[in-house]
């Protein structure tokens, strides 16, 4: 995961129609679905950390329907490539995608963040300094929604 944000990536790959099992020869297999999966502590971490301090307070009251909601937002941004497209200059990895997701969750619509390089992470309110373990039980709940969502 991006920086601290603490969550983790699912893919539901499924096998290609044209029966190669091997695919290691230029020949790519679809993905069904990339979700991110973070709590909505995570959230709220990443939008301080990128300038948004008023959509952070917002998104630490996410439920983890609304948590999942943003994860596969956020999976179809970065496997699409639209979030490079979104957010020119953005961060790295799945952190541009993570950020417009929830942006557009709270706002209706994606944009990047005021700041385009994390702030320390000691500038985070004292709620949000958790530890690893805080916010991997944080993740808890989210992760049960969304594996309902993919094994149904």
């Not at 301080?48 to 329907?65: N, Q, S």
């Not at 990895?93 to 929830?102: N, R, Y």
């Not at 619509?109 to 373990?133: D, G, T």
């Amino acid at each position: 995961m991006p920086g601290d944000a603490l969550g983790s990536a699912n893919v539901d790959a499924r096998s290609c129609r044209c029966g190669d099992r091997d695919h290691g020869l230029g020949h790519t297999a679809s993905v069904g679905k990339f979700v991110i999966t973070m709590p909505a502590v995570s959230y709220a971490r990443e939008l301080w950390r990128f300038g948004e301090r008023e959509l952070a307070h917002r998104a630490a009251a996410m439920d983890a329907r609304e948590c999942a909601d943003v994860g596969e937002r956020a999976g179809e941004l970065s496997l699409s490539g639209e979030a490079p497209r979104l957010w020119p200059g953005g961060p790295s990895g799945h952190a541009s995608a993570i950020l417009l997701a929830v942006i557009e969750h709270l706002e209706g619509r994606a944009r990047p963040c005021s700041r385009s390089r994390r702030a320390p992470a000691k500038s985070l309110p004292p709620e949000w300094q958790l530890s690893e373990e805080q916010r991997w039980a944080a993740v808890e709940s989210v992760a049960r929604e969304m594996d309902s969502r993919l094994h149904r």
